[in-house]
């Protein structure tokens, strides 16, 4: 029984394949690319000044790979997989793999390039809203005077975040008086936790701003006592009294107006 393959032209059938194929000689230079594919380099091409993607066509697939990838186009193992970032803009999931000829040798190899840049742009916008939560700054009566809640573990990622985003809000707005709010943080601290709020007190005092602590738990008291760490900053019970304390630093203080 005659196999269909053997009638069948077999780049036609790669054309129809709706993934982009990329098919590299020996020499690891492209010398096809199916229908897809050619839809995708439309969008690449302007980076590298291709406007045509049958320019790319004797390119080496080499320039699409970092140093590690190149090596193993050289020495393998295959199948390989890999996530790569092109021109800082750019991401792709692809897989290369050997071609060989009838006699089993090495002849070439078949590119599968997977664009996910839409994706990685929408986990990155995921993750700038998660920070922008996970560091919520809230003003208070006084404009030079800010709040902070910290809710859950402080990773390392997360401090360093919330240094950036604080720092350049206290810049901004000329606040003068930080108070961070530890309430909802109901564990010892860890020596990156530590790290990391020493070094946004260190920060915000080159910056002119007064840090306090409030709502101290019993898990974070201990360690601070037993760990004997020394955040050089003034505590308070609650945000109620941080507040008034600053307030007659400042020479504020509450009056209440007579009943109209």
Known sequence: MLDILDNVNIYQLINKIDENIFIANADQKIVWVNASAKKLLLKVGPHVSITNPDDFIGMNISRFHGERQ?????????????????????????????????????????????????YDETIKEGQDLLQ?????????????????????????????????KISTYCSEHQITNLIIDFTSFKYSLAPYEVEGLSNLINILELMGVEVFFVGIGPNMAQSIILKQINFNVVTFNSFKQALKHIMKQNGYKFVKEPAK
């Open 70 to 118: 190149t090596k193993i186009l050289k020495e393998g193992p295959f199948p390989h997989a890999a996530h790569i970032t092109l021109f800082e803009k750019f991401s792709a999931n692809i897989l290369v793999d050997e071609i060989k000829d009838i006699k089993g040798k090495p002849c070439g190899f078949i590119l599968t390039w997977k664009d996910v840049t839409e």
């Open 132 to 164: 922008e939560v996970d560091t919520p700054i809230i003003e208070s009566i006084i404009d030079s005077v800010i709040l902070v809640p910290v809710m859950g573990r402080m990773k390392k990622d997360r401090l360093e975040s919330m240094q950036k």
